[in-house]
């Protein structure tokens, strides 16, 4: 899955301006949440680098998600990290209200 200029610049701006992606520890709880139940789980969090700033990680994270594909048939793992923040957006959403 390749995302276009303007959608990658705005995942890029949703994701690290997420409470829980502001520091590196917390960085890899939230990715280890984000493939929660996936059989390579344990594949992306060893591969992936994180400790930059929060706006660098997110670069980074997507383009490993972009490259590495699917974590099973027909589950791309960029997906799970969009359906990720869409519940995380709605949860405070409803929060908020």
Known sequence: MRLDHPDF????????????WQLPQDRVT?????FEGSPRRDSIVTQIRLGSS????AVNFINFLMDFGQD??????????????????CFSFTMIQ
């Open 9 to 20: 610049d705005r995942l890029v701006s949703l994701l690290s301006s997420m409470q829980d």
């Open 72 to 89: 099973e048939p027909g589950r791309e793992t960029l997906g799970m990290l969009i359906n990720k923040l869409l519940m995380e957006k």
């Open 30 to 34: 939230f990715v280890r949440d984000v």
């Open 54 to 57: 929060a706006r660098a990680d």
